[in-house]
Protein backbone atom coordinates (compact mmCIF):
# COMPACT_ATOMS: atom_id res chain seq x y z
CA UNK A 1 0.00 0.00 0.00
CA UNK A 2 1.26 3.51 -1.33
CA UNK A 3 0.96 5.68 1.95
CA UNK A 4 1.40 9.57 1.46
CA UNK A 5 1.55 12.80 2.94
CA UNK A 6 -1.04 15.50 1.45
CA UNK A 7 -0.69 19.22 1.91
CA UNK A 8 -3.92 20.76 2.07
CA UNK A 9 -3.91 24.46 2.09
CA UNK A 10 -6.96 24.83 4.48
CA UNK A 11 -6.37 21.84 6.88
CA UNK A 12 -2.33 21.88 6.50
CA UNK A 13 -0.77 18.32 6.28
CA UNK A 14 -2.73 15.43 6.76
CA UNK A 15 -1.75 11.66 6.25
CA UNK A 16 -3.37 9.39 3.37
CA UNK A 17 -3.56 5.85 2.64
CA UNK A 18 -3.40 6.46 -1.22
CA UNK A 19 -3.54 9.34 -3.23
CA UNK A 20 -5.97 9.15 -5.52
CA UNK A 21 -5.82 12.53 -7.28
CA UNK A 22 -3.64 16.04 -6.82
CA UNK A 23 -6.17 17.43 -3.62
CA UNK A 24 -8.14 20.37 -4.15
CA UNK A 25 -9.31 23.13 -1.60
CA UNK A 26 -12.69 22.78 -3.09
CA UNK A 27 -12.49 19.29 -2.77
CA UNK A 28 -10.82 19.30 0.79
CA UNK A 29 -13.85 22.22 2.03
CA UNK A 30 -16.57 20.13 0.48
CA UNK A 31 -15.74 16.81 2.35
CA UNK A 32 -15.08 18.69 5.32
CA UNK A 33 -19.07 19.52 4.94
CA UNK A 34 -20.21 16.60 4.23
CA UNK A 35 -21.36 17.98 0.64
CA UNK A 36 -19.84 17.11 -2.83
CA UNK A 37 -16.53 16.07 -3.01
CA UNK A 38 -15.54 13.02 -2.39
CA UNK A 39 -12.92 11.64 -4.95
CA UNK A 40 -10.33 12.36 -2.01
CA UNK A 41 -11.19 11.73 1.40
CA UNK A 42 -8.92 12.81 4.21
CA UNK A 43 -8.43 11.52 7.98
CA UNK A 44 -9.81 14.92 8.82
CA UNK A 45 -13.37 12.45 9.37
CA UNK A 46 -15.71 12.25 11.98
CA UNK A 47 -14.83 9.64 13.80
CA UNK A 48 -14.03 9.83 17.70
CA UNK A 49 -11.00 8.48 18.41
CA UNK A 50 -9.79 5.83 18.47
CA UNK A 51 -10.58 5.17 14.81
CA UNK A 52 -9.91 2.70 12.58
CA UNK A 53 -9.29 4.95 9.39
CA UNK A 54 -6.23 6.73 11.01
CA UNK A 55 -3.34 6.56 9.22
CA UNK A 56 -5.12 3.70 6.97
CA UNK A 57 -6.22 3.30 3.07
CA UNK A 58 -8.65 6.24 2.31
CA UNK A 59 -11.35 4.61 0.66
CA UNK A 60 -13.04 7.15 -2.40
CA UNK A 61 -16.51 7.29 -1.83
CA UNK A 62 -19.25 7.80 -4.26
CA UNK A 63 -19.88 10.81 -6.06
CA UNK A 64 -22.93 12.27 -5.09
CA UNK A 65 -24.05 14.65 -7.64
CA UNK A 66 -20.66 16.99 -7.51
CA UNK A 67 -22.30 20.04 -8.14
CA UNK A 68 -19.41 22.32 -7.12
CA UNK A 69 -16.49 20.60 -8.65
CA UNK A 70 -17.53 20.55 -12.20
CA UNK A 71 -19.97 23.15 -12.52
CA UNK A 72 -20.37 25.34 -15.44
CA UNK A 73 -19.63 28.87 -15.91
CA UNK A 74 -23.05 30.07 -15.91
CA UNK A 75 -23.96 27.51 -12.93
CA UNK A 76 -21.00 28.94 -10.95
CA UNK A 77 -22.24 32.56 -11.53
CA UNK A 78 -25.46 31.19 -9.99
CA UNK A 79 -26.15 33.00 -6.26
CA UNK A 80 -25.80 31.15 -3.32
CA UNK A 81 -28.86 29.44 -2.14
CA UNK A 82 -28.55 27.99 1.68
CA UNK A 83 -32.26 26.40 1.28
CA UNK A 84 -31.56 24.44 -1.42
CA UNK A 85 -27.83 23.56 0.12
CA UNK A 86 -29.42 22.62 3.45
CA UNK A 87 -32.14 20.37 1.53
CA UNK A 88 -29.02 18.51 -0.50
CA UNK A 89 -27.34 18.16 2.46
CA UNK A 90 -30.78 16.78 4.36
CA UNK A 91 -31.11 14.32 1.44
CA UNK A 92 -27.37 12.87 1.42
CA UNK A 93 -27.71 12.45 5.00
CA UNK A 94 -31.33 10.56 4.20
CA UNK A 95 -29.11 8.21 1.99
CA UNK A 96 -26.02 7.47 4.41
CA UNK A 97 -28.58 6.49 7.11
CA UNK A 98 -30.56 4.07 4.64
CA UNK A 99 -27.65 2.39 4.07
CA UNK A 100 -26.78 2.20 7.55
CA UNK A 101 -29.78 0.57 8.16
CA UNK A 102 -29.25 -1.90 5.65
CA UNK A 103 -26.16 -2.44 7.14
CA UNK A 104 -27.51 -3.23 10.48
CA UNK A 105 -30.73 -5.15 9.01
CA UNK A 106 -27.93 -7.51 7.55
CA UNK A 107 -26.92 -8.47 11.01
CA UNK A 108 -29.04 -11.55 11.73
CA UNK A 109 -28.34 -12.87 8.60
CA UNK A 110 -24.48 -12.34 8.66
CA UNK A 111 -25.00 -14.55 12.16
CA UNK A 112 -26.90 -17.14 9.96
CA UNK A 113 -24.56 -17.50 7.64
CA UNK A 114 -21.62 -17.67 9.62
CA UNK A 115 -18.47 -20.00 8.78
CA UNK A 116 -21.91 -21.31 6.09
CA UNK A 117 -20.68 -22.73 2.66
CA UNK A 118 -22.37 -21.03 -0.29
CA UNK A 119 -21.70 -22.53 -3.77
CA UNK A 120 -22.95 -19.88 -6.67
CA UNK A 121 -22.94 -20.88 -9.84
CA UNK A 122 -22.33 -18.15 -12.59
CA UNK A 123 -24.15 -18.98 -15.84
CA UNK A 124 -22.44 -17.34 -18.97
CA UNK A 125 -25.60 -15.47 -19.84
CA UNK A 126 -25.54 -13.95 -16.20
CA UNK A 127 -22.02 -12.91 -16.98
CA UNK A 128 -22.87 -9.44 -17.79
CA UNK A 129 -20.15 -6.11 -18.40
CA UNK A 130 -17.13 -5.73 -17.23
CA UNK A 131 -19.02 -3.90 -14.65
CA UNK A 132 -21.65 -6.16 -13.01
CA UNK A 133 -18.26 -8.58 -13.19
CA UNK A 134 -16.91 -6.06 -11.17
CA UNK A 135 -20.15 -5.94 -8.68
CA UNK A 136 -20.38 -9.44 -8.74
CA UNK A 137 -17.10 -10.16 -7.58
CA UNK A 138 -16.96 -6.90 -4.82
CA UNK A 139 -20.13 -8.94 -3.73
CA UNK A 140 -18.39 -12.50 -3.27
CA UNK A 141 -15.36 -10.87 -1.99
CA UNK A 142 -17.69 -8.95 0.96
CA UNK A 143 -19.12 -12.74 1.94
CA UNK A 144 -15.41 -14.11 2.16
CA UNK A 145 -14.84 -10.78 4.93
CA UNK A 146 -18.56 -11.32 6.70
CA UNK A 147 -16.60 -15.36 7.19
CA UNK A 148 -19.27 -16.63 4.54
CA UNK A 149 -17.19 -19.01 2.39
CA UNK A 150 -18.34 -18.52 -1.55
CA UNK A 151 -17.12 -21.15 -3.56
CA UNK A 152 -17.74 -19.94 -7.70
CA UNK A 153 -18.20 -22.67 -10.36
CA UNK A 154 -18.84 -21.08 -13.55
CA UNK A 155 -20.41 -21.66 -16.85
CA UNK A 156 -19.83 -19.97 -20.32
CA UNK A 157 -22.03 -21.34 -22.86
CA UNK A 158 -22.55 -18.21 -25.11
CA UNK A 159 -19.13 -17.42 -25.12
CA UNK A 160 -18.40 -21.45 -26.03
CA UNK A 161 -20.87 -21.16 -28.52
CA UNK A 162 -18.98 -17.73 -30.47
CA UNK A 163 -15.58 -19.80 -30.42
CA UNK A 164 -17.92 -22.75 -32.04
CA UNK A 165 -19.11 -20.12 -34.49
CA UNK A 166 -15.91 -18.86 -35.15
CA UNK A 167 -14.25 -22.16 -35.73
CA UNK A 168 -17.07 -23.11 -37.67
CA UNK A 169 -17.99 -26.29 -35.33
CA UNK A 170 -21.22 -26.79 -35.57
CA UNK A 171 -23.17 -27.82 -31.99
CA UNK A 172 -26.41 -28.83 -30.84
CA UNK A 173 -27.90 -29.07 -27.48
CA UNK A 174 -29.94 -32.56 -25.73
CA UNK A 175 -31.99 -31.49 -22.64
CA UNK A 176 -30.12 -28.52 -21.63
CA UNK A 177 -26.56 -30.16 -22.44
CA UNK A 178 -24.19 -29.32 -25.36
CA UNK A 179 -23.14 -32.71 -27.18
CA UNK A 180 -19.55 -32.68 -27.68
CA UNK A 181 -17.42 -34.32 -29.80
CA UNK A 182 -13.50 -34.43 -29.44
CA UNK A 183 -12.80 -31.12 -31.11
CA UNK A 184 -15.60 -29.31 -29.30
CA UNK A 185 -14.56 -30.15 -25.68
CA UNK A 186 -11.25 -28.86 -26.73
CA UNK A 187 -12.71 -25.43 -27.60
CA UNK A 188 -14.43 -25.99 -24.26
CA UNK A 189 -11.68 -26.59 -22.26
CA UNK A 190 -9.62 -23.58 -23.71
CA UNK A 191 -12.39 -21.15 -23.20
CA UNK A 192 -14.06 -22.24 -19.72
CA UNK A 193 -10.61 -23.28 -18.00
CA UNK A 194 -8.88 -20.13 -19.70
CA UNK A 195 -10.54 -16.96 -20.82
CA UNK A 196 -13.85 -17.29 -18.43
CA UNK A 197 -11.92 -18.82 -15.58
CA UNK A 198 -9.34 -16.11 -15.20
CA UNK A 199 -11.65 -13.55 -16.31
CA UNK A 200 -13.67 -14.39 -12.96
CA UNK A 201 -10.65 -14.78 -10.97
CA UNK A 202 -9.36 -11.36 -12.27
CA UNK A 203 -12.08 -9.51 -11.04
CA UNK A 204 -12.33 -10.89 -7.46
CA UNK A 205 -8.92 -10.10 -7.25
CA UNK A 206 -9.09 -6.62 -8.52
CA UNK A 207 -12.08 -6.30 -6.04
CA UNK A 208 -9.61 -7.16 -3.18
CA UNK A 209 -10.02 -11.16 -3.15
CA UNK A 210 -7.79 -14.05 -3.22
CA UNK A 211 -9.42 -16.38 -5.98
CA UNK A 212 -7.91 -19.29 -7.31
CA UNK A 213 -8.95 -20.98 -10.28
CA UNK A 214 -9.52 -24.55 -11.25
CA UNK A 215 -10.99 -27.04 -12.71
CA UNK A 216 -12.49 -30.35 -12.10
CA UNK A 217 -9.18 -31.97 -13.07
CA UNK A 218 -7.55 -30.33 -10.68
CA UNK A 219 -6.34 -32.55 -7.63
CA UNK A 220 -9.10 -35.28 -8.48
CA UNK A 221 -11.96 -32.70 -7.67
CA UNK A 222 -14.18 -34.25 -9.82
CA UNK A 223 -14.37 -37.63 -11.87
CA UNK A 224 -16.87 -38.31 -14.65
CA UNK A 225 -18.37 -40.71 -16.22
CA UNK A 226 -20.11 -40.46 -19.54
CA UNK A 227 -23.22 -38.97 -19.81
CA UNK A 228 -26.34 -39.74 -21.33
CA UNK A 229 -29.67 -38.48 -21.83
CA UNK A 230 -32.96 -39.66 -21.97
CA UNK A 231 -35.89 -38.25 -24.53
CA UNK A 232 -39.10 -38.75 -25.58
CA UNK A 233 -39.28 -39.24 -29.72
CA UNK A 234 -42.65 -40.35 -31.27
CA UNK A 235 -43.61 -41.17 -27.79
CA UNK A 236 -40.47 -43.46 -27.15
CA UNK A 237 -37.94 -43.56 -24.63
CA UNK A 238 -34.62 -42.80 -26.62
CA UNK A 239 -31.11 -42.90 -25.30
CA UNK A 240 -28.99 -39.99 -26.79
CA UNK A 241 -25.09 -40.18 -26.82
CA UNK A 242 -23.63 -36.78 -25.76
CA UNK A 243 -20.26 -37.61 -26.79
CA UNK A 244 -18.01 -36.44 -24.13
CA UNK A 245 -20.47 -35.10 -21.36
CA UNK A 246 -19.65 -36.24 -18.40
CA UNK A 247 -21.45 -36.65 -15.19
CA UNK A 248 -19.33 -36.45 -11.98
CA UNK A 249 -19.22 -39.80 -10.12
CA UNK A 250 -16.79 -39.73 -7.77
CA UNK A 251 -15.22 -36.30 -5.73
CA UNK A 252 -12.22 -35.42 -3.96
CA UNK A 253 -13.45 -31.80 -2.66
CA UNK A 254 -10.16 -31.99 -0.21
CA UNK A 255 -8.53 -29.39 -2.02
CA UNK A 256 -11.62 -27.03 -1.44
CA UNK A 257 -11.61 -27.33 1.72
CA UNK A 258 -7.94 -26.59 2.27
CA UNK A 259 -9.04 -23.51 0.23
CA UNK A 260 -11.67 -22.41 2.79
CA UNK A 261 -9.98 -22.64 5.87
CA UNK A 262 -7.57 -19.87 4.47
CA UNK A 263 -8.85 -16.78 2.85
CA UNK A 264 -9.06 -18.25 -0.71
CA UNK A 265 -11.99 -18.32 -3.30
CA UNK A 266 -11.87 -20.96 -5.06
CA UNK A 267 -13.23 -20.37 -8.88
CA UNK A 268 -14.44 -23.76 -10.59
CA UNK A 269 -14.28 -24.21 -14.29
CA UNK A 270 -17.01 -27.45 -15.44
CA UNK A 271 -14.37 -29.16 -17.21
CA UNK A 272 -13.36 -33.17 -15.55
CA UNK A 273 -11.08 -36.11 -16.12
CA UNK A 274 -12.54 -39.56 -16.99
CA UNK A 275 -11.52 -42.77 -15.28
CA UNK A 276 -9.41 -43.17 -18.56
CA UNK A 277 -7.99 -39.69 -18.67
CA UNK A 278 -10.63 -38.43 -21.70
CA UNK A 279 -11.66 -34.83 -20.85
CA UNK A 280 -15.16 -34.33 -19.91
CA UNK A 281 -17.42 -31.39 -20.47
CA UNK A 282 -19.49 -31.25 -17.63
CA UNK A 283 -22.83 -28.57 -17.44
CA UNK A 284 -21.86 -25.83 -15.04
CA UNK A 285 -25.29 -26.58 -12.99
CA UNK A 286 -24.26 -30.09 -12.68
CA UNK A 287 -20.87 -29.27 -11.65
CA UNK A 288 -22.08 -26.53 -9.03
CA UNK A 289 -24.60 -29.20 -7.66
CA UNK A 290 -21.88 -31.75 -7.51
CA UNK A 291 -19.30 -29.71 -5.68
CA UNK A 292 -22.43 -28.12 -3.24
CA UNK A 293 -23.56 -31.64 -2.21
CA UNK A 294 -19.59 -32.90 -1.65
CA UNK A 295 -18.92 -29.82 0.76
CA UNK A 296 -22.81 -30.03 2.32
CA UNK A 297 -23.27 -26.10 1.27
CA UNK A 298 -26.25 -24.81 3.45
CA UNK A 299 -26.70 -23.18 -0.32
CA UNK A 300 -26.49 -23.30 -3.72
CA UNK A 301 -27.15 -20.43 -5.93
CA UNK A 302 -27.83 -20.65 -9.51
CA UNK A 303 -27.37 -17.64 -11.28
CA UNK A 304 -28.83 -17.05 -14.52
CA UNK A 305 -30.74 -14.09 -16.98
CA UNK A 306 -34.06 -15.21 -15.84
CA UNK A 307 -35.61 -14.08 -12.50
CA UNK A 308 -35.85 -17.38 -11.54
CA UNK A 309 -38.21 -20.57 -12.43
CA UNK A 310 -41.97 -19.49 -14.08
CA UNK A 311 -45.26 -21.62 -14.62
CA UNK A 312 -47.17 -21.77 -17.58
CA UNK A 313 -48.57 -18.47 -17.66
CA UNK A 314 -44.87 -17.00 -17.18
CA UNK A 315 -44.93 -15.80 -13.61
CA UNK A 316 -41.95 -16.13 -11.38
CA UNK A 317 -42.61 -19.07 -8.64
CA UNK A 318 -40.77 -17.76 -5.47
CA UNK A 319 -40.91 -21.44 -3.77
CA UNK A 320 -41.26 -24.53 -5.16
CA UNK A 321 -40.83 -28.20 -4.03
CA UNK A 322 -39.28 -31.25 -5.58
CA UNK A 323 -42.79 -32.65 -6.73
CA UNK A 324 -43.72 -29.90 -8.35
CA UNK A 325 -40.53 -29.30 -10.19
CA UNK A 326 -40.89 -33.15 -11.66
CA UNK A 327 -45.06 -31.88 -12.83
CA UNK A 328 -43.43 -28.72 -14.33
CA UNK A 329 -40.80 -30.89 -15.89
CA UNK A 330 -43.07 -33.73 -17.08
CA UNK A 331 -45.61 -30.68 -18.51
CA UNK A 332 -42.70 -29.19 -20.30
CA UNK A 333 -43.06 -26.06 -18.77
CA UNK A 334 -39.42 -26.18 -17.29
CA UNK A 335 -37.53 -26.77 -20.35
CA UNK A 336 -34.17 -26.18 -22.37
CA UNK A 337 -31.17 -25.09 -20.01
CA UNK A 338 -33.43 -24.37 -17.11
CA UNK A 339 -33.73 -28.20 -16.81
CA UNK A 340 -30.32 -29.08 -15.65
CA UNK A 341 -30.75 -26.79 -12.73
CA UNK A 342 -33.75 -27.53 -11.72
CA UNK A 343 -32.77 -31.01 -12.03
CA UNK A 344 -29.22 -29.96 -10.35
CA UNK A 345 -31.29 -28.60 -7.24
CA UNK A 346 -33.24 -31.62 -6.31
CA UNK A 347 -30.40 -34.00 -6.88
CA UNK A 348 -28.42 -31.41 -4.74
CA UNK A 349 -31.04 -31.65 -1.88
CA UNK A 350 -31.31 -35.60 -2.19
CA UNK A 351 -27.45 -35.06 -1.58
CA UNK A 352 -27.51 -33.04 2.08
CA UNK A 353 -27.61 -29.62 0.72
CA UNK A 354 -29.95 -27.32 2.46
CA UNK A 355 -31.75 -25.05 -0.39
CA UNK A 356 -31.16 -24.07 -3.77
CA UNK A 357 -31.98 -20.58 -5.69
CA UNK A 358 -32.09 -20.47 -8.61
CA UNK A 359 -32.39 -16.05 -8.87
CA UNK A 360 -31.29 -13.53 -11.83
CA UNK A 361 -27.61 -13.15 -11.88
CA UNK A 362 -27.97 -9.94 -14.10
CA UNK A 363 -30.10 -8.37 -11.53
CA UNK A 364 -27.47 -5.80 -9.51
CA UNK A 365 -26.21 -7.24 -6.06
CA UNK A 366 -28.45 -10.66 -6.83
CA UNK A 367 -26.31 -13.07 -4.55
CA UNK A 368 -26.01 -9.84 -1.39
CA UNK A 369 -30.13 -9.60 -2.00
CA UNK A 370 -30.81 -13.32 -1.48
CA UNK A 371 -28.12 -13.62 1.57
CA UNK A 372 -28.36 -10.80 3.89
CA UNK A 373 -31.56 -8.87 3.08
CA UNK A 374 -35.49 -10.17 3.81
CA UNK A 375 -36.48 -9.11 0.36
CA UNK A 376 -34.42 -12.60 -1.06
CA UNK A 377 -34.71 -13.05 -4.87
CA UNK A 378 -35.43 -15.78 -7.36
CA UNK A 379 -36.88 -19.00 -6.63
CA UNK A 380 -36.43 -21.22 -3.71
CA UNK A 381 -35.99 -24.98 -3.98
CA UNK A 382 -36.13 -27.03 -0.77
CA UNK A 383 -37.13 -30.58 0.16
N1 LIG B 1 -39.96 -22.67 -16.69
C1 LIG B 1 -38.91 -21.87 -16.97
N2 LIG B 1 -38.68 -20.79 -16.21
C2 LIG B 1 -37.64 -19.96 -16.48
N3 LIG B 1 -36.76 -20.15 -17.51
C3 LIG B 1 -36.94 -21.22 -18.31
C4 LIG B 1 -38.01 -22.14 -18.07
N4 LIG B 1 -37.91 -23.11 -19.00
C5 LIG B 1 -36.88 -22.83 -19.79
N5 LIG B 1 -36.26 -21.70 -19.39
C6 LIG B 1 -35.07 -21.13 -20.05
O1 LIG B 1 -33.89 -21.46 -19.32
C7 LIG B 1 -32.94 -20.43 -19.56
C8 LIG B 1 -31.81 -20.50 -18.53
O2 LIG B 1 -30.92 -21.55 -18.85
P1 LIG B 1 -29.52 -21.26 -19.62
O3 LIG B 1 -29.79 -20.47 -20.86
O4 LIG B 1 -28.82 -22.55 -19.76
O5 LIG B 1 -28.82 -20.28 -18.58
P2 LIG B 1 -27.31 -20.18 -18.03
O6 LIG B 1 -26.44 -19.85 -19.19
O7 LIG B 1 -27.42 -19.08 -17.03
O8 LIG B 1 -26.96 -21.51 -17.40
C9 LIG B 1 -33.77 -19.18 -19.49
O9 LIG B 1 -33.18 -18.11 -20.18
C10 LIG B 1 -35.09 -19.61 -20.15
O10 LIG B 1 -35.10 -19.27 -21.51
C1 LIG C 1 -22.39 -30.30 -21.20
C2 LIG C 1 -22.63 -28.84 -21.29
O1 LIG C 1 -23.71 -28.43 -21.69
N1 LIG C 1 -21.66 -28.03 -20.90
C3 LIG C 1 -21.75 -26.61 -20.98
C4 LIG C 1 -20.67 -26.03 -20.07
C5 LIG C 1 -20.81 -24.54 -19.89
C6 LIG C 1 -22.11 -24.18 -19.20
O2 LIG C 1 -22.74 -24.94 -18.48
O3 LIG C 1 -22.44 -22.87 -19.44
P1 LIG C 1 -23.79 -22.12 -18.95
O4 LIG C 1 -23.86 -22.26 -17.48
O5 LIG C 1 -23.54 -20.72 -19.39
O6 LIG C 1 -24.96 -22.75 -19.64
C7 LIG C 1 -21.58 -26.11 -22.43
O7 LIG C 1 -20.82 -26.71 -23.20
O8 LIG C 1 -22.20 -25.10 -22.76
Known amino acids: MRRGLVEL?????????????????????????????????????????????????????????????????????RA?????????????????????????????????????????????????SEEAMADFARDVVLMKQCNVHPII?????????EMLRRLEIRSEFVEGKRVSDAATVEVVEMVLSGRINKRIVQAINTAGGKAVGLSGKDANLMICEKDLATVLRDGAEVTVDLGFV???????PEVLHTFLRSDFIPVVAPVAMGRDGETFNVNGDTAAGAIAAAMKADRLLLLTD??????????LLTQIT?????????????????????QTALDAI??????????????????????????????????
Request: positive net charge; proline residues 8%.
Open 246 to 252: GKPVEMH
Open 322 to 342: PPQVRELTEAGVIAGGMIPKT
Open 80 to 128: PDPERDVEKSTAHTRDWIATARTLSEALPYLQRYDGATIVIKLGGHAMG
Open 153 to 161: VHGGGPMIN
Open 350 to 383: DDGVRAVVILDGRAPHAVLLELFTAHGAGTLIRG
Open 306 to 315: VAGVKNAEGE
Open 9 to 77: ESFGTVRVGRILRPARRRGAEDDHRGGERRDLVTSGHSCQSPCPLDGETVFPRPSLGNAGARATPRARA
